[in-house]
């Protein structure tokens, strides 16, 4: 989990701009100053870094099995991604 | 300034190889997304499209030009045969000094690029065939028609993604309008369903992996389409005199720029560009009954483009039709426009508005009347057509009946 939220807020980091610091678990990536362009960029980053497929649809991201909601569920659902 | 009106029409996708079959589909709310039938599907993760299917290119073309014509060049000139002879016109002399085509295309000869770049990386290749720069560029379907029709006149190809054919046939009616041609091909062609014309789209996360549903609580995104639809434009004198059949009227046109994002829309360039079309078209907002959605089946696009019609015609948007025809035929990107029209004409010439199928919940932010799943009837005098593009440039053509 700890591997995973480094690697998710670096990511996250990188995209906004931002010193990896700056990124904490209860934030939005909306707060981060990530717009949707953003997200589909981050999970594509996501997908490369840690070898796996993100279901998520930029369409219905509420309805994603993917929960973009804050930094904090991103981090756990890749973490749920990667046990397979 | 000179009228401009249509005298021939023709298509290729994937609800008919020709207008009337196209149309007929249209009429019966027909769907023609499927399974995606080409190499290496399997390593796709949006493997539906409406694809042209049973397409058999030795079928309508000889081995010499196969060599030169891309996919999307073979449904230009098969929609332009269609159209021209419809159109009943012989181009002389005279004539062809004064014609010309622009057309519409986004990937131009993406089927080409495709297996000659899998040819040279995938297969370790390092020779390709001779004429795989005439056979990919953008402009070789334009320059095809050119030369098949002996048109001598402008000619050229206009490429702003989703809305290529929009663009492409406002500038047809801007050169017959100026007197710089009297007679123009028009329209769009693509062919981007090979693996990485969907294996990009795929990238942007925008592509349904059911079907198309504009306008509907329930959507699921965009699904790519493919085929030509060919138009005539003529100028309105030489059209009565030789005592042509209208189609219709391509009263008037505009195009705007969002100058804002690279791939979400603006309700503002929208707007800018549906009321630039009716002043051009000298339009009232209540002869407009039905309008031709660019609709694509997207969240970014269907809740701004309901938002701008709303906006622009106020109380008439609440009496008017509005349909997205992407959900039969997808979404034909830089052919889409071309594509489009056909529902348009049947509207303005049997009083049959097109369908959004798929349809199943109402949308809230898209509470205009979509004319759901079944065709109507009704008395369509005067439609407009929109296309919004990635790239935030739109264009809008204001279309009578003749």
Known sequence: MDDTRTRVHAILAEQAMIPVEEVSDDQSLQDLGIDSMGVVEVIFAIEEAFDIQVPFNANQPDRSDFDISTVGTVVEAVDRLRAG | MKRVVITGAGTVNALGMDVPTTQEAMRAGRCAIGELDIRDADR????????????DEAAHFNRQQIVLFDRYTQFA?????????????????DLAARSGVVLGTSGGGLNT???????????????????????????????HLSMEWNLRGPSFTVATACASSNHAIGQAMALIRAGQADVMLTGGSEAMLCFGGVKAWEGLRVMSRD???????????????????????????????????????????????????????????AERAMEGALRDAGMARDEVAYINAHGTGTAANDKTECAAVAHVFGPQADRLMISSTKSMHGHCIGGTGAIELLACLMALREGVV???????????????????????????????SNAFAFGGMNAVLALRAV
Not at chain 2, 77 to 93: I, K, P, R
Not at chain 2, 127 to 141: E, S, T, Y
Not at chain 2, 221 to 234: D, N, S, T
């Open chain 2, 211 to 269: 079907t198309c549903r504009p306008f509907c609580a329930t959507r699921s995104g965009m699904v790519q389409g493919e085929g030509a639809g060919i138009f005539v434009l003529e100028e309105y004198d030489h059209a009565r005199k030789r005592g042509a059949d209208m189609l219709a009227e391509v009263a008037g046109c505009a195009m705007t720029s969002d100058a804002s994002d690279i791939v979400m829309p603006s309700r503002q360039g």
């Open chain 2, 354 to 384: 097109a369908p959004t199928v798929n349809w199943q919940e109402r949308d809230p932010d898209c509470a205009l009347d979509i004319v759901p799943n079944e065709a109507r009837r009704a008395r369509i005098s005067a439609c407009l």
């Open chain 2, 113 to 143: 690029q495709d297996e000659n770049y899998r040819a040279v990386y995938q297969e370790g290749k390092n020779r390709v065939h001779p004429f795989v720069v005439p056979r990919l560029m953008n402009n070789a379907a334009a320059a």
């Open chain 2, 77 to 93: 000139l098969l929609a332009a045969a269609e159209a021209v002879a419809q159109s009943g016109l012989t181009f002389g002399d």
């Open chain 2, 44 to 55: 796709l993760a949006i493997r539906i499209g409406a694809q042209v299917r049973g397409y």
